[in-house]
T-cell receptor
Framework: ETGVTQSPTHLIKTRGQQVTLRCSSQ?????VSWYQQALGQGPQFIFQ???????GRGNFPPRFSGLQFPNYSSELNVNALELDDSALYLC????????????FGSGTRLTVV | GNSVTQMEGPVTLSEEAFLTINCTYT??????LFWYVQYPGEGLQLLLK?????DKGSNKGFEATYRKETTSFHLEKGSVQVSDSAVYFC???????????FGAGTTVTVRA
C-alpha cells in the first residue's frame, strides 16, 4: 500500500487568490473525499469523487471545486480565498464507499492572510 | 441527518490510567462507526471500526463496542501511555450516505 499523499504540506495565500491542493490516493481506491478541518474542530465534508465524477457535496460554496484523474490523483481548487478558508485540508480515499473507512493523508495547512 | 456527539476535553491522565471517551450518534440508517486518532501536526489515522450492532472494534489496546440500543460507541483503553497523547475523533458512515460525520474531537494528554 502506498497510502495517501498530499502536497504541499503548508501554504500561505492572500485573500482573493486562488489555490490548488493535490492528493494522490491509495493505489486501487476509486473514491476520494476532501475535508476541511478548522483549528480545534472535527473535519467537515467538502465533496466526494467516484470514478472521476462528483457524487456528493457538503455545505460549501461553488468556489470550492475538484477534479479526480484516472491515475487516482485528485485536486481541490478554491477560488476567491477568504480568511475563514484557513484550515487543514484533508484528502481521504477508499474503495467504492465510506462504509469501511477512509485512508487519510496528512493534510495541507492553508493559511489565508 | 447524521450527527456524532463526543465528550468534551481536554482529558489529562497519568500513565497506566484507564481511559474512556464517550461517543453517541444519531443516524437515519444503520451506520458504520469509527474512531480516528490525530497526532500533533498529522492527518487522521483509523484506530478501529465496527460495522454492525454488538461488534467490538479493537486495536493497539483500544476497544469500542457498537451499542445500537444506546446509540453509543465509547472508546476505552485499560492502561494508557504517553504515546497515546493525541486528539480522538468518533465518526460514522451511513450506507445511504457518502461521507463521514465526525464529532468535535477529544484531546487526550497522558503524563509520565
Amino acid at each position: 500500500e502506498t497510502g495517501v499523499t498530499q502536497s504541499p504540506t503548508h501554504l500561505i495565500k492572500t485573500r482573493g487568490q486562488q489555490v490548488t491542493l493535490r492528493c494522490s490516493s491509495q493505489s486501487g481506491h476509486n473514491t476520494v473525499s476532501w475535508y476541511q478541518q478548522a483549528l480545534g474542530q472535527g473535519p467537515q465534508f467538502i465533496f466526494q469523487y467516484y470514478r472521476e465524477e462528483e457524487n456528493g457535496r457538503g455545505n460549501f460554496p461553488p468556489r470550492f471545486s475538484g477534479l479526480q484523474f484516472p491515475n487516482y490523483s485528485s485536486e481541490l481548487n478554491v477560488n476567491a480565498l477568504e480568511l475563514d478558508d484557513s484550515a487543514l485540508y484533508l484528502c481521504a480515499s477508499s474503495l467504492d464507499s465510506s462504509y469501511y473507512g477512509y485512508t487519510f493523508g496528512s493534510g495541507t495547512r492553508l493559511t489565508v492572510v | 441527518g447524521n450527527s456524532v456527539t463526543q465528550m468534551e476535553g481536554p482529558v489529562t491522565l497519568s500513565e497506566e490510567a484507564f481511559l474512556t471517551i464517550n461517543c453517541t450518534y444519531t443516524a437515519t440508517g444503520y451506520p458504520s462507526l469509527f474512531w480516528y486518532v490525530q497526532y500533533p501536526g498529522e492527518g487522521l489515522q483509523l484506530l478501529l471500526k465496527a460495522t454492525k450492532a454488538d461488534d467490538k472494534g479493537s486495536n493497539k489496546g483500544f476497544e469500542a463496542t457498537y451499542r445500537k440500543e444506546t446509540t453509543s460507541f465509547h472508546l476505552e483503553k485499560g492502561s494508557v501511555q504517553v504515546s497515546d497523547s493525541a486528539v480522538y475523533f468518533c465518526a460514522l458512515s451511513d450506507p445511504n450516505d457518502y461521507k463521514l460525520s465526525f464529532g468535535a474531537g477529544t484531546t487526550v494528554t497522558v503524563r509520565a
